[in-house]
């Protein structure tokens, strides 16, 4: 073999490792950055479990009547079952809601130490704000979406990831 086959051979698995190391740099601040994607939706889900308490304790309470009976008394433990699910659920609410802020602290933090004022923008929007490409390209007066995502991926390879937490 040729030293200059070797070298360019050589070259090649260099630009191979070097892509995948940015490929697996990058995989690793989207998943970062999207566990706040991930948090929000816990929230809005516990949300709604809570809002199906208060409809189905609403619900027995408008059909409850004042006359003692059997279906009364069945009626009042239900309510209460469904008093006791919404005080839990709210508990549980608030905690991943402290979660939540304190993550976002945290990514706002990491994304603040981009020297680029581009990447940190292109980050915010993206992760924290939960803007859709098409709202940040114009934002950024970008018609390109490719050079757009190119930003990205840059933004992305800028950001330091601390080791993630899993929940």
Known sequence: MSMRKYLRDFAK??????AHAHSERQKAAREYLN?????NA?????MEQQQHYRETAERITRGYSKAPSASSHR?????EECVAGIDEVEREIKQRI???TELTREIEAAIARIPDDRYRDILRWRYVNGWKWER????MNYSDMKWLWNLHRRALEALEVPPLKHD
Not at 13 to 18: G, R
Not at 42 to 46: G, K, M, S, T, V
Not at 75 to 79: E, L, Q, T
């Open 75 to 79: 009626a009042g433990s239900v309510i």
């Open 13 to 18: 698995m260099n630009a191979s490792v070097q």
């Open 98 to 100: 402290e979660e939540y």
């Open 35 to 39: 566990q706040l994607t991930r948090k």
């Open 42 to 46: 816990r929230i809005q889900a516990l």
């Open 136 to 139: 940040i390209a114009k934002e």
